[in-house]
């Protein structure tokens, strides 16, 4: 598993009162979320690992090598990001093209850019054009960009926001399958359902700064954090306390499975 580290790193976009300031982390877990409020950082960490905006200070390294220093084929084949809105990365005539862009700068073969489109559920598509797709099937063809170069770390921003619930579930297992065949995944998300039956690790943010490194069984049992974060706990968590049961639920299938849960999470 590849470790993330970031040491003093500071960003500050031009003419904003609002920064980020991490001054130490290493994410290690396989699958890690990033929550918070809008506004906290979540993004711009994202951006930040990938490369695409360089910290006015600090260090960032992947595996022990400063990501500044990593060659532009080194970095492609090491992270890669999804973005929040996938008209901010598809730019070809045609499907298939929009996918074999990415994997010829490495020069890697068609096949690749086919396989990964046959794993979003896109394979019929081949020759259309991106924007003739509903925006759902956009934000997986964006997913299937980076699942053909298969780096070693997938970024997701808000992954979720544009799929349907078929969509969503086809991505959660890709994405699990990903983190237990020896990738790092990581995921900016507002959708705590999500959050509380696939993390390994939550980051939450505030305020441009870390202000949590833990499990969600850990983070729904702070009150304190969840509200700096503006976090609502999980759905089955909130139907259960109006039953007068104060317990930590990560799912509907731990509230199933209450007694044998008796302090798991004490």
């Known amino acids: 598993m590849t470790m993330i580290s970031l040491n003093q790193v500071?960003?500050?976009?031009?003419?904003?009162?609002?920064?980020?300031?991490?001054?130490?982390?290493?994410?290690?877990?396989a699958l890690t979320t990033v929550v918070g409020a809008n506004g906290s950082g979540k993004s711009?960490?994202?951006?930040?690992?990938?490369?695409?905006?360089?910290?006015i200070q600090g260090t960032i390294s992947l595996e022990g090598q400063d990501l500044k220093a990593l060659p532009i084929k080194r970095k492609l084949q090491m992270i890669g990001l999804v973005f929040q809105n996938p008209n901010d990365q598809l730019f070809n005539a045609t499907v298939l093209q929009e996918v074999t862009w990415g994997i010829r700068q490495l020069g890697l073969g068609e096949q690749r850019a086919k396989a990964a489109l046959t794993q979003v559920g896109l394979e019929a598509e081949l020759t259309t054009n991106p924007y003739d797709l509903?925006?759902?099937?956009?934000?997986?063809?964006?997913?299937?960009?980076?699942?053909?170069?298969?780096?070693?770390?997938?970024?997701f921003d808000e992954p979720f926001s544009y799929l349907d619930f078929p969509a969503q579930q086809r991505i959660t297992a890709l994405m699990r399958q990903l983190s237990e065949t020896g990738h790092q995944v990581i995921v900016v998300t507002h959708d705590m359902d999500w959050v509380a039956t696939q993390s390994d690790e939550i980051l939450l943010m505030n305020?441009?700064?870390?202000?949590?490194?833990?499990?969600?069984?850990?983070?729904f049992t702070n009150h304190d954090f969840m509200e700096m974060g503006q976090i609502t706990p999980p759905r089955v968590m909130q139907i259960a306390k109006n039953f007068g049961d104060y317990e930590v639920y990560l799912s509907i299938e731990d509230y199933l499975n209450r007694d044998a849960l008796t302090n798991k999470f004490d």
Request: proline share 6%; glycine share 6%.
């Open 10 to 29: 500071h960003y500050q976009y031009p003419g904003s009162t609002m920064k980020l300031a991490i001054e130490q982390l290493n994410i290690q877990h």
């Open 44 to 55: 711009t960490l994202l951006k930040l690992l990938l490369g695409l905006y360089a910290p």
């Open 134 to 155: 509903s925006l759902s099937k956009r934000q997986l063809l964006a997913i299937a960009t980076i699942l053909a170069i298969d780096p070693a770390i997938y970024l």
């Open 207 to 219: 305020q441009g700064t870390i202000q949590f490194q833990g499990t969600p069984a850990a983070l």
